[in-house]
Nanobody, 124 residues
Framework: QVQVGGSGGGLVQSGGSLRHSCSGSGSIFKFETMGWFRQESGSPREFVAL????????IYADSVKGRSTISRDNSKNAVYLQMNNLKPEDTAVYYC?????????????????WGQGTQVTVSS
């Protein structure tokens, strides 16, 4: 079973910074795409940033572009998101997401797993 764990939430003042961390467990799993989504209370979950394995394609949501940096350490199946110049509108629960594949019994199985979510609150 794929398990994904994330951390990095907290309370920060407007203009401050936070660093999110997330890692996937299990050496048999190939984590092809890792990233973050966020969800404000009463709103749908929205995309924040992702980074792929291999070509390391990086994509940011317009709302965080220019003040966020995503990176990964493939040796640890880990991904990091540094967010700077935080704004009150960044307040949300942040969820790590990992998607990829593994083999079981000769079959290739795709997965798309979520971390437990961490609360980020930015005060004005």
């Amino acid at each position: 079973q794929v398990q994904v764990g994330g951390s990095g939430g907290g309370l920060v003042q407007s203009g401050g910074s936070l660093r999110h961390s997330c890692s996937g467990s299990g050496s048999i799993f190939k984590f092809e795409t890792m990233g973050w989504f966020r969800q404000e209370s009463g709103s749908p979950r929205e995309f924040v940033a992702l980074i792929t394995d291999g070509t390391s394609t990086i994509i940011y949501a317009d709302s965080v572009k220019g003040r966020s940096t995503i990176s990964r350490d493939n040796s640890k199946n880990a991904v990091y998101l540094q967010m700077n110049n935080l704004k009150p509108e960044d307040t949300a629960v942040y969820y790590c997401n990992a998607a990829g594949q593994y083999y079981k019994g000769g079959l290739k199985i795709h997965f798309d797993s979520w971390g437990q979510g961490t609360q980020v609150t930015v005060s004005s």
